[in-house]
């Protein structure tokens, strides 16, 4: 199948005013997506953001009109989790490379992977639900979940079975590694 030259130039242009915003140090974009009266949150989708808020995974899903509007919100709640889990996943999996290059550890990361995998699921339970918008064209839900960095690092000092170096080391290098992963989105 080819792609349509104008959804590759509406591509190229979401790059590029993405990268453009993240060079400037806002956090608000311009459209992706060009929903006409959509908040930004939808427009703009999935991202991690360092503002005063903090640092935060957004993750922005959406639901098609299915017959039964609360399980089609619940489902709109239910992908921006997903997507939250992505991007902390991606967080997690480069802490957990970090973690194994920075003590020169071999041996340790497969133990350190699998302990990652677990605390990341316990982690992943503090995201939280704090918008939905509905497209009254489609009647699409959108939903949007947020997840606090400063409560993962305040989780992962509590979860069991976390290898204590690796702990110690995320409270000290956590916001380097979000910051890293957050330039190459």
């Keep these: 199948m080819k792609a349509h030259p104008n959804l590759i130039f509406k591509f190229l242009t979401a790059i590029f005013c993405v990268a453009l915003v993240a060079c400037s140090g806002k956090t608000i974009v311009e459209s992706d997506l060009r929903i006409a009266g959509a ?8 991202a991690t953001l360092n503002d005063r808020g903090g640092r935060l995974i957004h993750g922005v899903a959406m ?13 709109a709640d239910d992908r921006a989790r997903a997507e939250v889990a992505r991007v902390l996943s991606t967080y997690m999996d480069v802490a957990s490379n970090d ?15 699998r302990q990652i995998k677990s605390a990341t699921k316990v982690v992943l339970s503090g995201a939280r639900i704090i918008a939905h918008w509905r497209d009254k ?3 699409n839900i959108y939903a ?8 993962v690092k305040d989780t992962l000092k509590t979860v069991e079975g976390l ?14 590694i979000f910051d890293k992963i957050k330039e190459t989105k």
Excluded: C, F
Excluded at 39 to 46: H, L
Excluded at 163 to 176: A, I, P, Q, S
């Design 99 to 113: 973690y194994a290059a920075a003590t020169n550890n071999a041996d340790n990361a497969q133990a350190i992977s």
């Design 144 to 151: 949007l979940a947020e997840l606090d960095m400063k409560q």
């Design 137 to 139: 064209r489609t009647n």
């Design 63 to 75: 639901a098609p009109a299915m017959g039964d509007e609360s399980l089609q919100t619940s489902t």
């Design 39 to 46: 908040p930004d949150w939808v427009n703009k989708g999935t």
């Design 163 to 176: 290898n204590e170096d690796m702990r110690v080391y995320l409270d000290k290098h956590g916001d380097n």
